[in-house]
């Protein structure tokens, strides 16, 4: 597993920029799965994840799977607090798995960590090949 942070994406983000932060940049095209943070307290953030879809597509990691982590709850005023830390959101016509956390607090880092784990369970699964598929491991004699 890798992880790295890709500096957040801004608005109008200069190519030559991109072209410096092309090495963290290829990490995400390389990756198995994104976590896509976003900070929640930014009234903006539909703008930002747009702006963050437009650049993986453009770095060819467009169908790497995320999963959002909507980060700052505890900057939230109460009437906009999520009703539940973990839901599913359609990002690009796709449901991904949300997750509401505050790395300041620690609430809802458990259900990362939880959803983290599906995910792996999820690929190593999808990685296994059928016993009765799989090559021997050694020749027997004929």
């Known amino acids: ?9 801004i608005r109008d983000l200069p190519h030559g920029l991109i072209d410096a932060f092309q090495a963290t940049l ?8 994104l976590l896509h943070v976003v900070d929640a307290a930014n ?3 539909p703008e930002q994840i747009e702006q ?15 999963v959002l982590v909507f980060n700052k709850i505890d900057a939230l005023e109460k009437d906009q607090q999520p ?3 973990r839901d599913m959101y359609e990002l690009d016509g ?3 798995p949300r997750l509401f ?3 300041r607090s620690g609430a809802g880092l458990a259900a990362l960590r939880e959803q983290l784990l599906l995910e792996l369970a999820g690929r190593a699964a999808a990685d296994t090949i059928p016993p009765q598929d799989a090559a021997p491991l050694h020749r027997t004699a004929a």
Do not use: C, K, N
């Open 101 to 103: 956390v505050s790395a």
């Open 94 to 96: 796709v449901a991904v």
């Open 26 to 33: 290829q990490e995400a095209v390389d990756a198995d799965l």
């Open 43 to 45: 009234p903006g953030f």
């Open 83 to 85: 009703l539940q830390l």
């Open 1 to 9: 597993m890798s992880l790295s942070d890709t500096v957040g994406f």
């Open 52 to 66: 963050v879809q437009r650049v993986l597509a453009e770095i060819g990691a467009a169908d790497i799977p995320q």
